[in-house]
């Protein structure tokens, strides 16, 4: 098995997540919560200084992750579809790894054929109100990624091990996978654009830079 991981927001899709259910609360929380995403996937904060102050804030629904689920696939990166099935037919296994939220990401992940999505979960009471989120999940702390990604190596002893991602959480995946590509479509990070070992701007890019 070969794996290829792709980070969602500002990857798969145009969008964070988390942002958008905070533009749902209005345009001050929108605000607050963009900036301490930006300052967080840039790497000027920790992401678990921010992680529950975020959600907290928001507090969102059942319906609001449907809303943003919705937003994830009309936002769609074009290639995104064809660079799946292609890097399938090189035999790679795409998944999802975020450190946004499972069930806002499960429609994008179903219209593009990817089953393993490795994101956080949100708990909603039998309403649909908010009730908290998985707080031991490894995407809601720095380093997190790089966690799944030695748990995914023990459950699959996979060959090759490749990451995508924008932002320094994904970047921070470098030492440990085969090939980390920084991607800059939608936000062209200083910083993983220079440290990245490959940097993209179209998803459709990536299947040639895909290791035998």
């Known amino acids: 098995m070969k794996l290829v ?3 969602c927001d500002s990857t ?7 942002d958008e259910l905070g533009r749902l609360r209005g345009p001050d ?3 607050s919560v963009e900036r301490l995403t930006t300052d967080a996937m840039e790497g000027r904060i920790r ?4 992680f529950k102050l975020r959600l907290d804030v928001i507090r969102p629904t059942r319906a609001d992750a449907e809303k943003v689920g919705a937003q ?12 799946v099935r292609a890097v399938e037919q090189q035999g790679w296994t795409p998944l999802i790894i975020s450190g946004g939220f499972r069930p806002a990401i499960r429609p994008l992940a179903d219209f593009l054929g990817i089953a393993r999505i490795e994101a956080v979960d949100l708990h909603f009471a039998p309403d649909g109100s908010y009730a908290g989120f998985d707080e031991t ?5 720095s380093g997190g990624k790089v966690e799944i990604i030695a748990t995914l190596r023990r459950e699959f002893g996979p060959e090759r091990v490749v990451m995508v991602g ?3 959480s ?17 936000v062209a990070r200083e910083r993983v654009r220079r440290e990245a070992a490959a940097f993209i701007t179209a998803l459709s890019e990536l299947p040639a830079l895909l290791p035998a």
């Open 12 to 18: 798969l899709s145009s969008l964070e997540g988390i």
């Open 5 to 7: 991981c792709l980070d």
């Open 47 to 50: 992401i678990e200084d921010i």
């Open 166 to 168: 924008d932002g320094v």
């Open 170 to 186: 994904d970047l921070e995946t470098q030492p440990v996978v085969d090939l980390f590509v920084g991607f800059g479509r939608y």
């Open 29 to 31: 929380v929108f605000a």
């Open 72 to 83: 994830y696939l009309a936002t769609v990166e074009p290639s995104a579809l064809a660079m």
């Open 137 to 141: 999940y490894p995407s809601t702390r």
